[in-house]
């Protein structure tokens, strides 16, 4: 994977850009020493690693807009962090950066039921945005498998998703406002409690704009009351083409389950593993989640198990209890550490039309033969949303590269028939030079069009998104102007 | 002009055009500032492109008809489920409305306090730059974060930035069963209350406003579950009054104003719901106001004012949020900012990106001007 040269000018300046940072933030908010910069080398795609010239710790959002306006001034590039679980090298550094990490800003600042909404700093962790308001009934509905530790800043960046996103939507459908921070410092607010925008919607292209407009440190949250009930129904067949006709049978039934998980056999077998949710072991598992009163559930549950027994299920079974639900969520949550324990592994993150489940499949399925790397299968199979895993061994030369060609191949072929290259995590480096496949050039112009408005210098998060030669001649462009 | 039946067409149209060009789809919801120009009439480029009912996702051209793509939804038992709004009753236009403009103007109903606006709906576009450029966005499938999100940006950008070529949207099932609970004559303030109350349940309220003095709940799904919803909803309304079940309330009456029909003047504000009550409360006399939403869009009907539309957008500015004239004559439209002037930084940006879309200013100048 390749990175822009770090500017020898700018780390000459460390010194200098050290203490003007050290003028605005306290002692401890700016990290220089190499031994301390090293914690912030690398995110969740950690086969991609560089400590940054320095990381910054802000507390406010006037902090950050020092950071930046003294960034700015300084021609130091800004790579924006939250809590630095990015499958896609997001918050990957490079060495002439300044990581600007929003972990201190994790506060409530308002909760508000009578209007649904919380207003949180970007730091807090997804989770706590829950916990923050679940004693009282409510919910903030994006859920993505990393909610534990991954930072609404992160969720905003990547416009994260989750497995219940198919029926409360993904972050973008859950923001409401943000308080942004430009690279020049400028502070402004986009959105608000109230709903959709009054004139373009620029809030709907910060989020998932990857740290490249702008910093986001405070968010205002749609937050919903929590459902009476939920209960997911496990349901095993023998292929992944009988599993997928299912799901679009259940679809058009009418029926709009919060989440259809699939998990193919490998990942059956090490999430059981790891979780003990006895799954039943099959080559296709579909979680099928309904909410509701017990009654209401009843009903959903009789009418999509009565439509899953026409596909010959090998194994029908609903959980039986809360404990045994928060089992079967666990292992699907912890899928990704699961796989972790047994292999190195690269996540794809591909979505396709939910029709070309079965033929994506088996092609991946030649291909990992081809490669001669195993792939295990775990997606959102309501949304096409889909996570091969590749396996491979970080310590066997040549490994990780055979494993990012094969990667492009299952990405290029989601765009082929009809998908994306990802659907939830983000561009980030790893998807970044994969671009051209989805986007003709005056696509990715028109997206560059964008980032040059909100950051004419090319300083926030610059290597990402777009394919290097793509961005050069503007990433050149500043550096010159310095 | 010759009319436009392909994307090709509307990028000549659009590069060979000797200045400033009228966005045109059905031609039903023509807001804004009028600045004049040559109409670009994007009508012809119709037709279903793709519909997968299993993977709930339609693309159509821009100037399919609503009601087109609405038919081959019901086919399916499916739907449109931000319930675009009509507007040919309150702006007293006539013809068809086309999906391109339900996107351009992100005209969503009452349903949106649930599940979303046209926006949230919104996959992926095509559409035709200033420069005369085919660009597109987004794609057909349900999750995407692959680049920037042009999508969105396009959606309420009414046509300013680009001329809508292709739409791709998520679409939902229809539902079995709808019921409307009706608190009658309540006062703006305790219907907000109201509303806040059933929209803060696990009942999943798919639509909330206060149209004729009376608060409308709408509940829909499977009928066994609509029923039992309503009666769960019911005793948390009891403080606010008796509660009448209606079989079919018409909510085509809340998503298209009918009250504010024959209008000589229509403003429409988007603030938080609890604010609703401040907005109805500062007008003036024989002013007359709808909720929708919860009571976070406030819809207000009066004579044609310029000191009432300064004040609409004063008190949203300050309460944060948006006041815009729908409907007013071309006198008043020509004197005010017709949508809710921005903060600086936000002015700035928006103009930039405009200049950046549409190098020449030809789409439809002048008509988001604030």
């Known amino acids: ?482 | 002009m010759d009319v436009l039946r392909t994307e090709q067409d509307v990028a000549e149209a659009v590069r060979d055009a000797g200045g400033p060009l009228i966005v045109r789809g059905g031609g039903t919801r023509s807001i804004g500032r009028n600045a004049g120009g040559d109409v670009l009439d994007v009508s012809g480029l119709s037709g279903i492109t793709l519909y997968e009912p299993g993977a709930l996702t339609i693309v159509a051209q821009a100037g399919t008809k609503v009601a087109d793509i609405e038919a081959a939804l019901a086919a399916e038992k499916q739907r449109l489920a931000f319930e675009p709004t009509d507007m040919t009753g309150l702006l007293g236009t006539s013809g068809a409305s086309t999906i391109g403009g339900v996107m351009a103007t992100n005209a969503s109903g009452p349903r949106r306090i649930q599940a979303g606006a046209v926006r949230d709906f919104a996959l992926g576009v095509r559409f035709v730059d200033g420069a005369g450029q085919v660009i597109k966005n987004g794609g057909r499938v349900m999750k995407n974060v692959t680049g920037y999100d042009l999508v969105k940006l396009m959606a309420g950008s009414h046509g300013t930035l680009g001329v809508l070529t292709e739409v791709s949207l998520k679409v939902l099932p229809a539902v079995e069963a709808e019921v409307t609970l009706v608190l009658p004559a309540v006062a703006a303030e305790q219907a907000v209350r109201a509303m806040s109350a059933a929209l803060g349940s696990p009942y999943e309220v798919s639509g909330a406003a206060w149209i004729d003095g009376d608060v409308w709940l709408r509940l829909e799904g499977f009928a066994a579950s609509v029923a039992y919803r309503a009666e769960a909803l019911t005793p948390l309304l009891a403080a606010f009054g008796a509660v009448e079940v209606v079989q079919k309330a018409d909510w085509s009456r809340v998503r298209d104003v009918a009250p504010m029909h024959g209008a000589e003047a229509v403003w429409r504000i988007s603030v938080k719901p609890s604010d609703g009550p401040a907005v109805i409360a500062g007008l003036p006399e024989g002013a007359r106001s709808l909720m929708d939403w919860g009571g976070g869009l406030v819809w207000v009907r009066h004579d044609a004012s310029a000191d009432l539309h300064r004040a609409l957008q004063a008190q949203a500015a300050t309460l944060g949020g948006h006041a815009t004239l729908i409907k007013g004559p071309e006198a008043l439209r020509a004197a005010v900012p017709v949508f809710q002037p921005e903060a600086a930084p936000v002015a700035a940006l928006t103009a930039q990106l405009r200049a950046r879309f549409d190098p020449r200013g030809i789409l439809n100048p002048g008509l988001m001007a604030a």
């Open chain 1, 1 to 482: 994977m390749q990175m822009p040269t770090p500017d020898p000018q700018i780390l000459s300046r460390k010194a200098r850009v050290v203490a003007r940072l050290r003028d605005v933030l306290p002692r401890d908010a700016v990290i220089d020493d190499p031994a301390e910069t090293r914690a912030y080398e690398c995110d969740a795609l950690t086969a991609y690693r560089c400590p940054p010239m320095v990381a910054v710790l802000p507390a406010t959002t006037q902090e950050v807009s020092d950071v930046l306006r003294i960034c700015h001034a300084e021609g130091v590039p800004v790579v924006p962090r939250g809590s630095g679980t990015s499958l896609a090298g997001g918050a990957l550094p490079t060495a002439d950066c300044v990581i600007l990490g929003v972990a201190r800003m994790n506060a409530v600042l308002e909760t508000d039921y009578d209007n649904r909404f919380v207003r949180v700093q970007t730091g807090r962790t997804n989770l706590s945005v829950t916990g923050a308001v679940e004693a009282d009934g409510f919910f903030y509905a994006p859920d993505p498998s990393s909610q534990l530790a991954c930072a609404i800043a992160g969720n905003i960046a990547m416009n994260s998703g989750g497995a219940h996103c198919l029926k409360y939507g993904v972050t973008t459908n859950n923001l409401m406002g943000v308080t942004l921070v430009q690279m020049d410092g400028t502070v402004m607010e986009l959105g608000g409690a109230h709903l959709d925008a009054g004139g373009l919607d620029l809030l709907g292209v910060i989020c998932g704009s990857e740290g490249q407009l702008g910093v986001v440190t405070e968010a205002t949250l749609r937050i919903l009351h929590k459902p009476e009930g939920a209960r997911p129904v496990l349901m095993g067949f023998d292929s992944a083409e009988v599993a997928g006709a299912c799901v679009a049978d259940i679809i058009k039934a009418g029926v709009l389950p919060v989440a259809i998980e699939f998990m193919d056999r490998m990942l059956i077998e090490v999430c059981e593993d790891f979780a003990k949710a006895d799954y039943p072991m099959c080559e296709a598992l579909l979680i099928v989640e309904v909410e509701g009163s017990d009654a209401e559930i009843d009903a959903q549950l009789a009418l999509i198990t009565g439509i899953a027994q026409r596909h010959n299920p090998v194994a029908l079974r609903e959980s039986a209890s809360a404990e045994e639900s928060a089992r079967i969520w666990a292992g699907r949550k912890a899928a990704f550490s699961a796989i972790g324990r047994v292999s190195d592994y690269m996540c794809l993150d591909g979505t396709i039309p939910v029709s070309e489940l079965p033929y994506v499949l088996r092609r991946i399925g030649e291909m990992s033969k081809e490669y001669g790397l195993p792939v295990g299968n775990v997606f959102h199979a309501g949304d096409g949303n889909m996570h091969p895993l590749i396996c491979y061994d970080a310590n066997k030369p040549g490994d990780l590269e055979t494993c990012e060609a094969f990667g492009a191949e299952v990405l290029k072929l989601c765009v082929e028939v009809g998908g994306c290259l990802t659907g939830e995590h983000g561009v980030g480096i790893e998807k970044r030079d994969l671009m051209s496949h989805q986007y003709a050039a005056p696509d990715l112009e028109a997206q560059m069009a964008v980032k040059d408005v909100f950051d004419p210098a090319w300083l926030l998060n610059p290597a990402k998104v777009f394919p290097l030669d793509v961005s050069e001649a503007r990433r050149a462009a500043a550096l010159a102007a310095e």
